[in-house]
């Protein structure tokens, strides 16, 4: 009980400071590059946090009474594998890099050098400058994982339905912020079997849908001079399956499977003066380039999960455990009322 208690504590109350200092250099690569640095050095918190809205929607199969009602908080450890910590530097068609890889925003810190050498039509020229990549950022991690916190409130519908509402805390992170929001609809499916009614288990699909936004005050910390600097990142889940338990009047064991859904947006706003060198000459150059950074990724993955939930009087207290490329590990309490 203690330890689930600590690791609620530690997650709500995620703060670091300091800033993403240099991850606005990306900018200063080409344009068939720059997202692509983003994109690889960003990449493992995406997916963190994506896979963590998929996480910790049920605890049972079996649903509230009609205006039965619990509220739950728990925590999800997101585990970080090494191969997510760097990036090749090899395959980019502006950069030339003094080391075979990179860190990525869970890695350490860095001692690469970026070269960038490319065309640009619209100045006519060959342009040229150079930077080091920014450090990475893995003791945030506990024991590998990425903690998140998340708040729960279910209540029974007729037709042995439940509505799951859901919000994360506020997360800092660098000075970067995040919140998440949703709603799950949880439906008994082994009500229309008779076999449900003189044995202890329970079948039920549900669906849930969520959202978290996050945005980072990029000019605070950038290298960079310009106006209205920012990063946004807005990330979108929709998760459907099926969860079984066998509940006991001590103990509940539940396991589910279902199919997650899940695309995410990161943009790089604002305006950016920057500068390079052109080559032959060695001619110093200002640019000013317009929100320069705008990608996109999805996952479609299959989540398996299997947990268990100790039952008391109005208290529960759940862990369980999740597979797919990031792997999950979910702990928390539950105050209910059936």
Known sequence: MKKIILLLFIATNLSFSQGLSGVENFILASDEDKDLLAKNYFNPLFKSMQ????????????????????????ASGILVPDSHKVFSTSGFASIVANGPTSPTIFGSDSNTDFNVDFF?????????????????????????????????????LPF??????????KVSFKGAEFTAFGAALKHSISQYFSLSKVTPFNLSVLLSSAKMVGDYPLAESSQIPGDNQSIDLDISSTTFGLIGSADLKIVSLYASVSQVLSKSSFKVNGTYDISYFINPGNIPIELNVVDPIDISSS?????KNIGLSLNFPLLKFFVDYSVQDFSALNAGLSFSIR
Do not use: C
């Open 120 to 156: 640009s039509e619209e100045q006519n020229a060959n342009l040229t400058t150079s930077f080091q990549s920014p450090n990475g950022y893995g003791s945030i991690l506990k024991s590998e994982r990425l903690l998140l916190p998340n708040i729960q409130a279910a209540v029974g």
């Open 51 to 74: 896979i963590s809205m998929s996480e910790g929607w049920a605890r049972t199969a079996k649903t509230h009474k009609k205006f039965g009602f619990d509220v739950t908080f728990f």
């Open 299 to 303: 996952m479609n993955y299959l989540r």
């Open 160 to 169: 042995k339905s439940e509505i799951i509402v859901r919000y994360m805390p």
